[in-house]
């Protein structure tokens, strides 16, 4: 059934993954565990750019403006 499967992951996902990393941290059995984290991460996640998504967001096309300042001659100390 669904939560024998269910339950199926989350002992796997606490052997290999958590309980690594919360007792050794980057060293040791919870480098790989980071390594697999990161694999699995990696897979589920689809990273987009705004460049990538711009039609999706609607934005206006974007505009630069260059004001160039000048700062006026300091006052001499008295």
Not at 7 to 28: A, D, F, R, Y
């Amino acid at each position: 059934t669904v939560d024998i499967l269910l339950c199926s992951i989350l002992v796997s996902w606490n052997n290999e993954i958590l309980t690594p990393i919360q007792k050794h941290g980057m060293v040791g059995s919870g480098k790989p565990a980071f390594k697999n984290l990161k694999i699995l991460l990696d897979r589920m996640m689809l990273r987009r750019t705004k460049l990538q998504r711009a039609n999706d967001l609607g934005l206006p096309p974007r505009t630069v403006l260059v004001h160039k300042d000048y700062f006026s001659p300091e006052r001499p100390s008295n």
